[in-house]
């Protein structure tokens, strides 16, 4: 039987691995650095766990398991330990932290490919250890949930938990919950039968308060209503049964929707829809919607005014309950599950975000529990495309190459303004009765050319500019010494024989040739010029 590959077998072998360890510490910089032959996630993990202050009660190593099974381990001096056994892995603190007190906290900070692809090897940890996640330039602590505590969940917030299944989606979840919730343009849905059938491009406002109101619409109208709404986040509110989204209108019998052709209508029209699933079957909402103004005006708490969707989704769950999500991907979409539960162990933070978000979305849904909710979002990319947009119908990238061709076609405006009076010649003032439409043909004129002739014409008009001005520079030189020693003015034009200090020959007294030669030397003076 092979021997497994381990380190520090013996005392002379331990001091022998720390002195190396030290070196490598020192050869790149000291203390502090990470060992060179630690991979690049475990020096990822490694530096960040090194830039957060130290903890007289708790040890703070960095981590990486392997397929192999074995683990590395990185103190904050740089040093590196690499455990094949059982017995290593219990000497691991005494190693690297000989002077930590018996009963310290342990914290480790994993690296991803770790948790996302060697999740077998965390048995092999000290259960007291406690476990965060390091991904770009964050950790997040790992909670244990579900039965026997085989599920991992990363804390995202104190009560919203993460699940860190496929890699690629763990990270879009993340950069969707990192999201600014004051540019996610949050509106509010009230399906009721009989209303609107059509939602406005921008949220109505109450004409008293000025504050945005929720929006009501038919729900036979609602998929094609999504079309004039890209890339803003619609929140429906109702009870959900065997994939059917029971409402109460604000009057009458209650109605269902399939949710799967929700979100079906959702993806068709490129919007985020977050259906909240509560255990009764509560009222549409109405009044306004806290969730897109609450955040901007001048009585809002610098707590909302940096609230994410993260904030929103944790408000959702309410304080003492846990909301844990797990994502899938499928068409170029993310789809969240999020279930909520009571295990969380102690309540949210005071007036944080979350906990004022929770008493919006309290209002929002008449006070009945949220028992989970389920979302279907735009992938990353397609998101930030459609925020770059100033026109909601236009790619971006058409519109900023529009711009950019506005702005290089600028630089040829003289080249440009000579072309575009070819083209459409300068209004005349006598072809208009009255100045009011002769200033408005100038108008329209200008503004065609600005809007259209110019970015038509950047690519040739700029550089021919360009040239022309490059060109003139060269000659400057010339000219000014002509200017300077009588020969002309600096902009290249012919004096005035007058001006000459020796007068020329009059035409009648040089006889019959002299016109001709005269005209030829000027010619080639002006060439010259």
């Known amino acids: ?35 060179r032959h630690a991979s690049a996630a475990l020096e990822h993990a490694a530096r960040y766990m090194m830039a ?55 914290l480790l900070y994993m690296t991803g490919d770790t948790v996302f692809r060697h999740r077998a090897t965390l048995t092999a940890l000290p259960a007291a250890a406690e476990l965060n996640l390091v991904v770009r330039g964050r950790s997040y602590p ?51 039968p009989g209303g609107p059938r059509v939602l406005a491009a921008w949220p109505r406002t109450d004409p008293a308060t000025g504050r945005a109101v929720v929006d009501a619409i038919d729900p036979a109208s609602l998929a094609a209503a999504m079309g004039s709404l890209a ?3 619609l929140v429906v509110i109702g009870r959900v049964e065997d994939g059917v989204l029971h409402i109460r209108p604000s009057s009458g019998p209650e109605h269902s929707l399939r949710v799967d052709d929700l979100f079906k209508a959702a993806a068709a029209a490129d919007v985020n829809l977050i259906v909240l699933q509560t255990a009764a079957t509560p009222r549409q909402p109405g009044g306004r919607n806290g969730l897109w103004q609450g955040l901007h005006g001048p009585d809002a708490e610098a707590a909302l005014r940096q609230a994410q969707l993260a904030d929103l989704l944790s408000g959702i769950a309410g304080p003492g309950r846990r909301l844990s999500v797990a994502a899938s991907g499928a068409g170029g979409r993310t789809v969240l599950e999020m279930a909520a539960s009571n295990d969380l162990p102690a309540p ?99 503004l065609a050319f600005l809007l259209l002739f110019v970015p038509m014409v950047a690519a040739a008009a700029a550089p021919y500019n360009l040239a022309r001005q ?8 010339g000219r000014a010494w002509r200017w300077r020693s009588g020969g002309g003015d600096p902009h290249g034009e012919a004096p005035e024989p007058a001006a000459r200090s020796r007068e020329r020959p009059r035409f009648e007294d040089a006889g019959p040739a002299a016109p ?14």
């Open 1 to 35: 039987m092979l021997a497994r590959p381990a380190i520090l077998l013996a005392p002379a072998a331990i001091a022998l691995w720390l002195g190396a360890a030290r070196g490598f510490a020192q050869q790149d910089g000291g203390a502090g650095a990470v060992p």
């Open 52 to 106: 957060l202050p130290a903890r007289p009660d708790s040890v703070a190593l960095a981590a990486q398991g392997t397929q192999e099974g074995h683990w590395r381990f990185v103190n904050r001096a740089g040093e590196m330990f690499t455990v094949g056994t059982a017995d290593e892995m219990k000497r691991v603190i005494s190693v690297l932290y000989p002077e930590a007190r018996p009963g310290a906290r342990v």
């Open 142 to 192: 790992l909670r244990r949930a579900g039965p026997a505590a085989g599920r991992l969940l990363a804390e995202v917030r104190p009560n919203l938990g993460l699940e860190p299944g496929d890699e690629r989606l763990f990270h879009e979840v993340l950069r969707h919950l990192a999201r600014p919730l004051r540019d996610a343009r949050v509106r509010v849905l009230a399906l009721q």
């Open 231 to 233: 890339g803003q986040m």
């Open 348 to 446: 949210l933070p005071a007036r944080s975000a979350a906990d004022r978000l929770s008493g919006l979305v309290g209002e929002l849904t008449a006070r009945a529990v949220v028992t989970g909710a389920r979302a279907s979002l735009l992938g990353a990319e397609r998101q930030r495309e459609l925020d770059r947009r100033l026109l909601a119908a236009i790619p971006a990238a058409l519109q900023m190459g529009y711009i950019a061709a506005v702005a290089f076609g600028l630089l040829g405006m003289p080249v440009a303004r000579a072309w575009w009076s070819l083209v459409w010649p300068p209004e005349a003032a006598s072809e208009y009765a009255g100045r009011s439409g002769y200033w408005a043909a100038c108008a329209v004129r200008g």
């Open 470 to 477: 490059i060109w003139e520079g060269v000659r400057a030189p």
């Open 516 to 529: 001709a030669q005269w005209e030829r030397k000027a010619g080639r003076r002006a060439a010259r010029g």
